[in-house]
């Protein structure tokens, strides 16, 4: 019972009008010491064969925040940067995720949205799922970060590496023009943009994706909700049968991604994370990312979603999915088996 009122306790709000409360799986940890901290890490790493588990132990345990301070400390005492000292004992998943959690979780989604439009190709499943599955508060400081750490604009970045309804849609999460929600229900308007979804798509012969993309970038989400609930009285199909129907491809993707996430953004991840570990081995940079970015932000809720719905456990499948030291480093992420 003492876990479950610390947690409670250790529950923070986030400021802003979307107030979403956090469910993190790593909090900060009570009489920290980062002095001693770095100390050990420095440790483990001169270690021979390097001293994989303190480092895990250490690092994966220990809030954002605390991170930065071991950091400092870490430059202070070994006279080197502690993310290069990683870099040369570590390798592999274990070393991309230690690098990610030296990073806040907006510069995380910075960096990965970066990685995903650099070079030859485009990762578009990486640009979907942080770009559709993010509030606007958190585009908003992404945006921010992103030409700090990269001298560039997120917009232009997309723009040159997208075409077509896809660019449009993804530009105009970007740009951030969703309204709060409010405390009034438009029940007309609710109406309104359910009817205007139909007609624009499953009523008529090709598709209005303009104005799907107005309606799901600019409208608030408990709005939409509604919306796709009022719109199940006009068509036959529901909002992610119509999409299947009407669009393909990436377009596809990203819309469905949006509803899944308007309609349960944990639940979504969740189903993220077992397409990710089906079969022999799993994608690691997926599950990575997703681990990295949620853990301080909702990662327990992701947890009981999957349980909930595969009928096992995040923590059950990671170990059945993953090995060594980079199994261990997501299991101290997920916090514990349900």
């Not at 270690?47 to 895990?56: A, L, N, P, S």
């Not at 008529?204 to 509604?226: E, N």
């Not at 909702?298 to 349980?307: N, Y």
Request: hydrophobic share 35%; aromatic share 8%.
């Amino acid at each position: 019972m003492a876990l479950v009122s610390e947690f409670l306790g250790q529950l923070t709000l986030s400021y802003g009008a979307e107030e979403e409360p956090t469910f993190p799986t790593v909090v900060p940890v009570r009489d920290f010491d980062p002095a001693k901290d770095a100390a050990r890490i420095e440790t483990a790493i001169k270690t021979k064969g390097v001293d994989e588990q303190t480092i895990i132990d250490i690092l994966t345990r220990r809030s954002c925040e605390q991170r930065k301070d071991i950091a400092f400390e870490y430059e202070r005492l070994a006279k080197k940067d502690l993310v290069t000292a990683l870099k040369g004992a570590l390798s592999g998943p274990l070393e991309a995720l230690m690098l990610g959690l030296m990073k806040s979780t907006t510069q995380y989604d910075a960096s990965e949205l970066k990685a995903s439009m650099k070079g030859l190709g485009t990762d578009e499943e990486t640009l979907i799922e942080i770009v559709c599955s993010r509030n606007s508060e958190e585009l908003l400081e992404i945006k921010k970060v992103y030409k700090e750490m990269f001298k560039k604009e997120l917009e232009k970045d997309v723009a040159g590496d997208t075409s077509g309804d896809f660019a449009k849609l993804l530009l105009a999460l970007v740009q951030t023009k969703r309204d709060e929600p409010s405390n009034v229900v438009d029940y007309q308007r609710i109406d309104d943009d359910a009817r205007c979804l139909y007609e624009a798509g499953v009523k008529k012969r090709g598709t209005d994706v303009a104005t799907w993309i107005s309606i799901m970038t600019q409208r608030s989400v408990p709005h939409l909700q509604r919306v796709f609930e009022r719109y199940k009285s006009y068509s036959p199909y529901d909002m992610k049968e119509s999409i299947r129907k009407e669009v393909k491809g990436d377009l596809e993707k990203s819309f469905l991604t949006l509803v899944e996430c308007f309609e349960n953004k944990q639940l979504y991840f969740a189903s993220r994370l077992d397409e990710a570990m089906k079969g022999k081995g799993a994608k690691e940079k997926v599950v990575t990312r997703i681990m990295v970015s949620r853990c301080e932000v909702d990662l327990m809720r992701i947890r009981a979603e999957f349980k909930r719905h595969y009928r096992r456990s995040l923590y059950q499948t990671i170990t059945e999915h993953t090995k060594g030291d980079y199994q261990k480093a997501l299991l101290s992420l997920c916090g514990g088996d349900d």
